[in-house]
């Protein structure tokens, strides 16, 4: 419910995503779509292609659907839809309005290139306003619900197989894992670089838990290590953690800014425009990370930083920076822009009020 209105909600994805299998609350619509290119050449003339196409499907899925507003949250899908969305507006043929959620700390190419079509733009750092100018608002990032919920550290420590005194490390590469991150830790543990009284939960991704599993059961490893390789909700290891290690991605950052985690970042370095990187950066500028380049990874770099974080007056100051980047009520903010964009009755009164989101 929005504003005392109901509104159906579609979903428009990529066959190819992670939406194919992840949606399944909504009804879904696949539109073809690939990557913007930056550079001429065959790949760019087949991008463009694919992209085409996509503008087609785009273009009769709203017609059919009549939404009255189209939220883009940045994936390169996004880019036919609003495209489309906007050239139907033009046209008189469809009255919705359309706004893009930037959950990034610097906006991606698709970002920019849709950013003059929109009417708002969502961010999550008042720091990214300045690419937007006046239609930038600053809501925050939606996170799950039970990040937003207390839970006990001793409980969720309990919860997942750890102790409940013991300085815990949490070690998380997203759900296929990160190799380089999982190596580093494995090695880390196996020399016994970190102070006995630790422990590490290391969640390995499904793709690398049989390969970590294999090198965990080796002689000679030395800190109490809880190998997993995947965890549907994470609520219990970030109230189990004194001290993340993790990728940079927008969503792990705004978790990580949610629950005041303190975190050791490794951005991806393969990252589109290397956005890892500066969300890594502002992140460590604001006082709540440390940032290691994945070509600098191994275990004495992240025993060194972890050491560093651990001490207890850095942590502190971590954990207060972690939670200053978090502006509470992200969800709220949302459905209060929602609601004074699509208006409690919609843009176009013959529209079905769809909220389109892709």
């Known amino acids: 419910m929005c504003g005392g209105a109901r509104y159906e909600r579609r979903f428009f994805g990529n066959r190819d995503g992670l939406e194919a299998r992840l949606v399944t609350t909504m009804p879904l619509t696949f539109v073809p779509s690939a990557p913007l290119q930056r550079r001429l050449g065959p790949g760019a003339l ?34 036919p839809v609003v495209v489309a969305a906007r050239a139907l507006r033009l046209a008189g043929l469809l009255r919705c309005r359309i706004a893009l959620l930037e959950i990034n700390a610097t906006p991606g190419l698709t970002n920019r290139l849709l950013a003059p079509l929109v009417d708002q733009v969502w961010t999550t750092y008042a720091g990214s306003n300045r690419y937007f100018g006046g239609k930038a608002k600053v809501t925050g990032a939606p996170v799950r619900a039970s990040l937003r919920r207390s839970i006990e550290r001793a409980a969720a420590r309990a919860n997942l197989g750890l102790e409940p005194d013991r300085p815990t490390v949490v070690v998380m590469g997203g759900s296929q894992g990160a ?116 070509a600098d990874l191994g275990a004495e770099s992240l025993a060194t930083a972890l050491r560093t974080c651990l001490e207890p007056d850095n942590l502190a100051r971590m954990r207060a920076a972690a939670a200053a980047l978090s502006p509470i009520g992200a969800a709220e903010r949302i459905v209060e822009q929602i609601t004074a964009l699509a208006g409690p009755r919609g843009v176009d009164s013959g529209s079905p009020n769809n909220v389109v989101r892709d």
């Open 46 to 79: 087949r991008t463009l292609a694919r992209n085409v196409a996509g503008f087609a499907v785009a273009v009769r899925a709203l017609l059919a659907y009549r939404p009255t507003l189209v939220i883009a949250t940045g994936g390169y899908v996004c880019f």
């Open 179 to 294: 190799r380089s991150i999982n190596d580093a830790v494995a090695t880390l543990a196996a020399q016994q670089s970190l102070p006995a009284g630790w422990q590490i939960l290391h969640i390995s991704g499904e793709r690398d838990y049989a390969r970590m599993a294999a090198r965990q059961t080796r002689p000679g490893a030395g800190n109490l290590v809880r190998l997993v390789p995947y965890l549907a909700d994470p609520a219990d290891a970030y109230a189990a953690a004194d001290i993340v290690v993790a990728r940079a991605g927008a969503s792990t950052l705004a978790e990580l800014a949610a629950t005041s985690s303190p975190a050791v970042l490794v951005p991806y370095p393969f990252a589109a425009a290397d956005h890892q990187s500066a969300n890594a950066a502002m992140f460590a500028a604001n006082g709540a990370a440390l940032v290691i380049r994945d």
